[in-house]
């Protein structure tokens, strides 16, 4: 069982906030006279496309996916499957996926290649955080909100054993 007391507070709401307009601009610079097809990787970037889209005055579509990966609860496992695919036709869009955190990078390069095959116009990636230090497959980050340290985050959409999703800052979880 994982209290709140074992948390410690990593990046506050108003640095969130910050982050976020920084990324609308820089996002809305990129996709001027563009329409583009946001797509939030479920469920932990549900929280941050819901705070980006509403600083993002661009006519956009939105779609998402949901994917699962075995193994251990904290780590993903290097075995991605999709359960649950993108609707919309993808085929000439330029599409942003939208990811809550970085780590290892195997499931967003997994979800990079899904997309790929489906011939997009252009793919970007926008990620709210960032954990270099334990990639393991190289990804291409456009937008990043933060770089974080080794340690597993939750909050803001982030969850331990789906808990915690609802919290409005990131923690990190005491060692
Ligand atoms: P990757 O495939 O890049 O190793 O991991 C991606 C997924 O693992 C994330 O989408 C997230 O679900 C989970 N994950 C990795 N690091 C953390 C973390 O520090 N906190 C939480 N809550 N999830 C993490
Ligand atoms: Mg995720």
């Not at 996709?31 to 970037?45: A, E, F, H, R, T």
């Amino acid at each position: 069982m994982v209290f709140q007391s074992q948390f410690t507070i990593l990046i506050s709401r108003d640095e969130i906030a910050k982050a976020v307009d920084r990324l609308a601009c820089e996002i809305k610079r990129d996709y001027q006279d563009k329409q583009p097809l946001l797509i939030s990787v479920l469920k932990g970037s549900f929280v941050f496309m819901a705070d980006l889209i509403r600083q993002l005055d661009l006519p956009l579509d939105l779609d998402f996916i949901r994917l699962s990966s075995y193994g251990a609860a904290r780590e993903s496992a290097g075995k991605v499957r999709v359960v649950q695919g993108v609707k919309t036709p993808i085929k000439g869009r330029d599409v942003l996926v939208i990811e809550d955190i970085v780590d290892t990078g195997i499931t967003v390069s997994f979800v990079l290649d899904y997309l790929k095959k489906k011939h997009p116009a252009s793919l970007k990636l926008c990620t709210l955080t960032d954990k270099p230090s334990r990639r393991r497959v190289p990804v291409p980050i456009d937008y990043r909100g933060f770089t974080v340290p080794n340690r597993f985050i939750v909050g803001y959409g982030l969850d331990i054993d789906q808990r915690f999703r609802n919290l409005p800052d990131i923690y990190a979880l005491e060692d």
